[in-house]
């Protein structure tokens, strides 16, 4: 499957933007689709996951209460709703898919496919 995250901009804090994940190739045997961002010198983090028989979401600490992940159509399958957004919020945003139910939702790792991603700017 071939991602590409859109969707980002530059936001004051407290605003809202929201992400897309446009997929293309085979999306049937998706097992999972999650959302990660990385910081400039910082490693790429977790962000939120939905797994995708079964609708669980999964969201990082640090976003809970403000980010919703959710399911699009079939050509932009996943989404991402940002609200409150924070200064700390900046980061370029990826979406990943994985086919595989090994490892662990929120792992870097257990993604195979990967997008493009998209530059998020929270000013202050």
């Known amino acids: 499957v071939q991602l590409q995250a859109s969707g980002g901009g530059l936001v004051q804090a407290g605003g809202s933007l929201r992400l897309s994940c446009g997929a293309s190739g085979n999306t049937f045997n998706i097992y999972a689709m999650g959302w990660f961002r990385q910081s400039p010198g910082k490693e790429r983090e977790f962000v939120a996951a939905?797994?995708?028989?079964?609708?669980?979401?999964f969201y990082a600490d640090s976003v809970k209460g403000r980010f919703l992940i959710s399911r699009g159509t079939a050509s932009n399958p996943v989404l991402l709703s940002m609200n409150s957004l924070k200064p700390e919020d900046t980061a370029v945003y990826f979406c990943?898919?994985?086919?595989?139910?090994?490892?662990?939702?929120?792992?870097?790792?257990?993604?195979?496919?990967w997008g493009q991603g998209t530059l998020v700017t929270v000013s202050s």
């Open positions: 990943a898919a994985r086919y595989s139910g090994r490892g662990e939702l929120n792992s870097v790792q257990s993604y195979k496919f």
């Open positions: 939905i797994h995708w028989s079964t609708s669980t979401i």
